[in-house]
T-cell receptor, first 114, second 114 residues
Framework: ETGVTQSPTHLIKTRGQQVTLRCSSQSGHNTVSWYQQALGQGPQFIFQ???????GRGNFPPRFSGLQFPNYSSELNVNALELDDSALYLC?????????????FGQGTRLTVV | DQQVKQNSPSLSVQEGRISILNCDYTNSMFDYFLWYKKYPAEGPTFLIS?????DKNEDGRFTVFLNKSAKHLSLHIVPSQPGDSAVYFCAARGGVQGAQKLVFGQGTRLTINP
């Protein structure tokens, strides 16, 4: 067990709705990264937060946004959901800005958009 | 633009034999390579890594080889055990506006047959 927990584990939303996914980081970790894993693909980097500020972003539109809180837990928000947003969303926590061997992934949130 | 590629979607190996998983990359700026293992309904779990300045790293039954000139790395598992059956992801660390994101391959499903 990694100590990184995500909620909810499964979620079904309707196209056009908004969704908030949550991640509780491993104790002592101040960096969180979010990834989207579509079926049959590897995880794709969405963005990273370091000490409550966005610290890099992948090729995702602005309707994907995030927050990191003082206790280093994090949220991923997606507005105006599209069918293609259906995927497994993973968060990974680490200490410091470098994604190295000490990055731990949560079990993921399975989002289905209908 | 797939910077990290795992060209074999699946691999089947007999228990006790060697499993060899392959990964190719295109970006020469990657400085660190990692292998993750993923079971269903769980997040990726770190397995082994290698720095771009090395050509081999060994940890028990797992060895990763890096050929920088060919932009190729491989994971060797010897001997293979039934518990090794999982999806294996190759990942490379690269910078995005200061963030060290991980770029993942598509994954290879390894099945170890008794």
């Amino acid at each position: 067990e990694t100590g990184v927990t995500q909620s909810p584990t499964h979620l079904i939303k309707t196209r056009g709705q908004q969704v908030t996914l949550r991640c509780s980081s491993q104790s002592g970790h101040n960096t969180v990264s979010w990834y989207q894993q579509a079926l049959g693909q590897g995880p794709q980097f969405i963005f990273q937060y370091y000490r409550e500020e966005e610290n890099g972003r992948g090729n995702f539109p602005p309707r994907f946004s995030g927050l990191q809180f003082p206790n280093y837990s994090s949220e991923l928000n997606v507005n105006a959901l599209e069918l293609d947003d259906s995927a497994l969303y993973l968060c990974a926590s680490s200490s410091g800005r470098l994604m190295n061997t000490e990055a731990f992934f949560g079990q993921g949130t399975r989002l289905t958009v209908v | 633009d797939q910077q990290v590629k795992q060209n074999s979607p699946s691999l089947s190996v007999q228990e006790g034999r060697i499993s060899i998983l392959n990964c190719d990359y295109t970006n020469s700026m990657f400085d660190y390579f990692l292998w993750y293992k993923k079971y269903p309904a769980e997040g990726p779990t770190f397995l082994i890594s290698i720095s771009s300045i090395k050509d081999k790293n060994e940890d028990g039954r797992f060895t990763v080889f890096l050929n920088k000139s060919a932009k190729h790395l491989s994971l060797h598992i010897v001997p293979s055990q039934p518990g090794d059956s999982a999806v294996y992801f190759c990942a490379a660390r690269g910078g995005v506006q200061g963030a060290q994101k991980l770029v993942f391959g598509q994954g290879t499903r390894l099945t170890i047959n008794p």
